[in-house]
């Protein structure tokens, strides 16, 4: 019904920015709750930076001060600010979003969970 398609990664010198997007396939009524994640090589999957159902917002203590999320739900994407960027941050970013497609599914606490395919991030220079 609805995909994730990231976008904005790249190859990227120590110190450089770097802003990802994450864009719904279709028009979507709301992001219900949003995520960003990791995975570098040899390392398990992390949460890097989210926004609860309820607001609240969540960095993971290595990105923290660098890294701001962000979601827009008129334009159906969110967004990955990446400031300071260093080579231990290259890894696989994927979004993940938890998306009422109508006011409907709002008013029922319905939501669809979704994940991006994910694109590459390499910091080095």
């Known amino acids: 019904q609805v995909q994730l398609v990231e976008s904005g990664g790249g190859l990227v010198q120590p110190g450089g920015s770097l802003r990802l997007s994450c864009a719904a396939s279709?028009?979507?009524?709301?992001?219900?709750?949003i995520g960003w994640y990791r995975q570098a090589p040899g390392k398990q999957r992390e949460l890097v930076a989210a926004?609860?159902?309820?607001?609240?917002?969540y960095y993971a203590d290595s990105v923290k001060g660098r890294f701001t999320i962000s979601r827009d739900n008129a334009k159906s994407t969110m967004y990955l600010q990446m400031n300071s960027l260093k080579p231990e941050d290259t890894a696989v970013y994927s979004c993940?979003?938890?998306?009422?497609?109508?006011?409907?599914?709002?008013?029922?606490?319905?939501?669809?969970?979704?994940w991006g395919q994910g694109t590459l991030v390499t910091v080095s220079s």
């Open positions: 279709r028009s979507i009524f709301s992001f219900n709750a």
């Open positions: 926004i609860s159902s309820r607001g609240t917002t």
């Open positions: 993940n979003a938890k998306i009422h497609l109508t006011m409907a599914d709002v008013v029922n606490s319905r939501y669809l969970e979704v």
